[in-house]
């Protein structure tokens, strides 16, 4: 059974500086897209950034620079570091992964990211 597994996730302040993780368990061909998705308290879940094939990524456009998405695309990783946190990045942080030989989504279990002011 494949699943992806994030870690990385915490309490910082404002300004600060967090890297999340995220590895697959389970046998499977390499995903053609690996990323992270966030959703904050009363609000929908949200792209973050997305890396294809471990070369080409898009981020969404409140990133702003602040935040960098690289992975291995033969070892199904994807890490996201994030810079100059704001307590507007407080939410649940997942991890997704897209396999055109699955022909569905992958989600892991989310990691808490708590900016403070």
């Known amino acids: 059974q494949v699943q992806l597994v994030e870690s990385g996730g915490g309490l910082v302040q404002t300004g600060g500086s967090l890297r999340l993780s995220c590895v697959t368990s389970?046998?499977?061909?390499?995903?053609?897209?690996m990323g992270w998705y966030r959703q904050a308290p009363g609000k929908e879940r949200e792209l973050v950034a997305v890396?294809?094939?471990?070369?080409?990524?898009n981020y969404n456009d409140f990133v702003q620079g602040r935040f960098t998405v690289s992975g291995d695309y033969a070892k199904n990783t994807v890490v996201l570091q994030m810079n100059s946190l704001k307590p507007e990045d407080t939410a649940v942080y997942y991890c997704?992964?897209?396999?055109?030989?699955?022909?569905?989504?992958?989600w892991g279990q989310g990691t808490q990211v708590t900016v403070s002011s």
């Open positions: 389970g046998s499977t061909p390499s995903f053609h897209a």
């Open positions: 890396i294809h094939s471990g070369v080409t990524s």
């Open positions: 997704w992964a897209y396999s055109y030989v699955h022909g569905r989504p992958f």
